[in-house]
């Protein structure tokens, strides 16, 4: 369905957030014969229901609990993202054939794929979008950033045309896109999210629907990723229709991250030190988002065009050096896999990694031997944290480079007496923040005030 077709509609939403305050707007002004009749919340936060208001003066306010039986008199449910497709309340509404979408999709619907990048990925779809967004720029294209990074979709319907429109896209946002952008991008593919998609396999199917989906022209895969690479070969070939373009990085063929910088079909282009960002990782971020511009016919001047590339903030960002220690917050590494990146990104430096947050049975193996190898301290916090610490004994890090906190305060006291000169302090969680913090960015915040303070 498009935006464009909802006049006249009743019209129910679900949950909070930028995506549905911008609907509610969008809607009242360019389809004043429409109205949200219905609003459903887990727990109604009063600011979003004054917002609400705002717009539709007649909404109903319910519950979860009585979300079924009032939004099944609507004929149209946009949910906000964080409101799971699978939840019984909402299968109960398809059953009884209620459309139900996200403003997301309606936008897309609307545009069309023409000049849309989508990028996806358990980690790194943050960056790679801003540097698609800026590198674009560099190349002369007039560029919109939105989705997860930048505005609301459908706040796009209020800006001048651009010549390219980079979205970037949770699994929350896929799980029941009808259409999708001309070129989809994924970064990779860890254990995330699981209570929401119910198991791992559903969040990679979930995730990869984005490459099927009509419209997609090109999809731009991580050659690094096994559960990328395996994509259009062999068993699971018939995951992707047969049209499809598909484009690697990360592999010598393509654009590739090196020791020396970034190459292209061997060739150096970037020099190591002319990176915007440190970490092998985020060079595979820059190889990916030089890919998805390539098959669009855009070739910025490299490196110039790298000049004024900033990091986002919770990401490998340096928030205070004092005594000769750096103190790096990157909060919004959730995972274990993107914690492992994040040591990565300090070859030769001394580190003291805190870690731990909202338990969703993470595996700490491999991250426990790469800190037993690399020599660093951990400092673990709730709830994950002991957990961490217990791995990372087990793999032979020291009684004395291991503790627990009870708290990022008593962390950031106990990094602050065991880092020496030269140090990096990183924060670095492998967990969400959830069980403490109302979001990553709160997070990020406290430890940031921490450390300076």
Same mark, same amino acid.
């Given at each position: ?11 129910? =939403?679900?949950? #909070? *957030? ?7 707007? &969008? /809607?009242?002004? !360019?389809? $004043? %014969?429409?109205? +949200? ?24 306010? =319910?519950?979860? #609990? *009585? ?7 609507? &004929? /149209?449910?946009? !949910?906000? $993202? %964080?409101?799971? +497709? ?28 023409? *000049? ?19 590198l674009a720029r560099a190349a002369g294209a007039s560029v919109a950033l939105a989705g997860n990074i930048g505005s609301p979709a ?294 940031s005030a921490l450390a300076r303070g």
């Amino acid at each position: 369905m498009r935006f464009s077709e909802l006049e006249g509609l009743r019209v129910g =939403v679900w949950g #909070a *957030g930028r995506e549905i305050g911008s609907f509610a707007r &969008q /809607l009242a002004a !360019r389809a $004043p %014969g429409a109205r +949200i009749a219905v609003a459903a919340f887990d727990d109604p936060p009063r600011e979003e229901q004054a917002r609400l208001a705002l717009h539709s003066p007649d909404v109903q306010v =319910v519950a979860a #609990a *009585g979300a079924a039986a009032a939004l099944s008199k609507c &004929q /149209l449910v946009v !949910r906000s $993202p %964080g409101v799971s +497709i699978h939840r019984p309340e909402l299968r109960e509404l398809s059953a009884a054939g209620v459309p139900v979408t996200t403003a997301t999709s309606l936008w897309l619907a609307e545009h069309g794929p023409e *000049g849309v990048v989508g990028v996806s990925g358990t980690k790194g779809k943050s960056t790679t979008a801003a540097l698609i967004a800026h590198l674009a720029r560099a190349a002369g294209a007039s560029v919109a950033l939105a989705g997860n990074i930048g505005s609301p979709a459908l706040d796009l319907l209020d800006a001048e045309p651009a010549r390219l429109i980079v979205l970037e896209l949770s699994s929350y946002q896929i799980a029941d896109m009808q259409s999708g952008p001309e070129v989809a991008l994924v970064t990779n593919l860890f254990k995330e999210h699981t209570n929401w998609h119910g198991s791992e396999d559903r969040y990679r199917a979930e995730k990869l629907r984005l490459l099927a989906l009509p419209g997609v022209r090109v999809a731009v895969l991580n050659a690094r990723d096994p559960v990328l690479a395996a994509l259009g070969a062999g068993a699971a070939q018939e995951r992707l229709p047969a049209e499809l373009q598909l484009l690697r990085y990360g592999s010598p063929e393509g654009w590739d991250a090196q020791a020396d910088g970034v190459r292209h079909a061997g060739r150096p282009v970037v020099g190591a030190a002319e990176l915007p960002l440190p970490g092998e990782h985020n060079a595979l971020n820059l190889c990916g988002a030089l890919t998805a511009l390539e098959a669009l016919g855009l070739h910025p001047p490299l490196p110039r065009a790298l000049s004024g590339f900033r990091g986002l903030a919770h990401r490998l960002q340096t928030v205070a050096e004092r005594d000769g220690v750096v103190w790096v917050n990157d909060s919004i590494s959730t995972t274990p896999e993107s914690t492992l990146a994040a040591l990565a990104s300090f070859p030769g430096r001394e580190l003291v990694l805190i870690a731990g947050g909202q338990d969703r049975g993470q595996d700490y193996a491999q991250l426990a031997a790469a800190l037993a190898r690399s020599g660093a301290s951990v400092i673990g916090v709730p709830s994950t944290g002991e957990r961490l610490v217990a791995a990372a004994r087990a793999a032979g890090v020291p009684a004395e480079r291991a503790s627990e906190a009870g708290d990022l305060e008593e962390a950031t006291a106990i990094a602050r007496s065991q880092a020496r000169s030269g140090a990096v302090v990183l924060l670095s969680p492998a967990a969400p923040s959830f069980d403490h913090y109302r979001d990553y960015e709160e997070r990020g915040e406290r430890f940031s005030a921490l450390a300076r303070g």
